[in-house]
């Protein structure tokens, strides 16, 4: 049985430095082009006068420390368990994606604000100048191939904190082009545009932060794995030698992990040793063919029926 054993910890464990290494490669990528753009925007914005472009730039900003709480996730979510915390630090992963949700929430509706109370004072809003259009541009294909490049790290790892982490970046491309149509508007003689891309830049990041947020908060709240989850679990239990059914399945999402328990139903003439052997083949079996991180299995003996002559 210790075989057994170490063939689940070691398949457990095997791809973990790969996708550490994955993930703080991607993030790094991130930062640099973050702190770039965030500079470049935020100088740009202030130089031709355009909110939409400062706008930009601090949506830039917010990124970039979602990057860095992204990196401490890593950092602490690959710890092994410890006396407090015996199934591990996964969790971290889904606390990152709550921050992640709050600043993109927070910067969303900080940028809306700003915008109403420009639009409510139209004579103050400047014509901006050239430089802002084709600084917006070039953001917008900078965080475009960003998003483009981190989503798939994100895909290969299965990590759904880099998803997050990805849309972030996404986010940033739509609200680089809404912001490059309002400074292009402005430049023609409407200058409310300005204003109203900075207004359409906050309420786009306000619903995807809010929508990050509150999967986060499913997830830290014991959310069950979905569906084709928890259907791929059931026929890896059925599919093993000895169980003769089952129930009381019950799943739970720690970071993209899952903690799962369930009941075996094994024959009852069966020696306690012939029902941990199985017992113990199915929980090897379902952590090293899915993502769970933990199966805790009770047996419970079923009386077959005898067949007479």
Not at 115 to 135: D, F, N, R, S, Y
Not at 137 to 148: P, Q, T, V
Not at 204 to 222: E, I, N, P, R, Y
Not at 225 to 239: G, L, M, P, T
Request: hydrophobic share 50%.
């Amino acid at each position: 049985m210790s075989d057994l054993r170490d063939l689940a910890e070691l398949d457990s464990e095997g791809a973990t430095p790969e996708r550490e290494a994955a993930t703080k490669r991607s993030t790094w990528v991130s930062v640099i082009v973050n702190i770039v753009l965030t500079i470049t925007q935020v100088t740009a914005g202030l130089l031709s006068g355009s909110q939409g472009l400062i706008a930009d730039g601090v949506h830039s900003l917010s990124d970039l420390i979602a990057d860095f709480v992204v990196l401490l996730a890593v950092h602490h979510s690959k710890k092994a368990p410890d006396e407090n915390h015996h199934y591990g630090h996964q969790r971290y992963e889904n606390a990152a994606s709550l921050v992640l949700g709050s600043l993109l929430l927070a910067v969303g509706v900080g940028m809306a604000w700003s915008a109403v109370h420009k639009l409510q004072a139209p004579e103050t809003i400047p014509t901006v100048h050239l430089m802002a259009l084709w600084v917006a541009l070039g953001a917008l294909i900078a965080k475009e191939l960003l998003f483009r490049y981190m989503l798939a790290v994100a895909e290969r790892v299965r990590s759904s904190m880099l998803v997050a982490n990805a849309w972030h970046a996404r986010s940033d491309a739509a609200s680089s082009l809404v912001v490059g149509i309002g400074i292009g508007g402005n430049l023609l003689g409407v200058a409310l545009l300005d204003p109203i891309a900075a207004l359409v830049v906050g309420c786009m990041v306000s619903k995807m932060g809010w929508s990050f947020m509150w999967d986060a908060l499913h997830d830290l709240t014991d959310r069950a794995a979905n569906e084709e989850q928890v259907a791929a679990i059931s026929a890896e239990i059925r599919a093993v030698p000895g169980v003769l059914g089952f129930h009381e399945l019950k799943t739970r999402k720690t970071g993209d992990m899952i903690l799962a328990d369930v009941h075996l139903e094994i024959d009852g003439s069966l020696s306690v040793t012939e029902g941990h052997d199985i017992a113990e083949r199915t929980r090897i079996n379902v952590m090293t063919r899915h993502p769970v991180l933990y199966l805790l299995v009770h047996v419970d003996p079923v009386t077959l029926p005898t067949t007479g002559r």
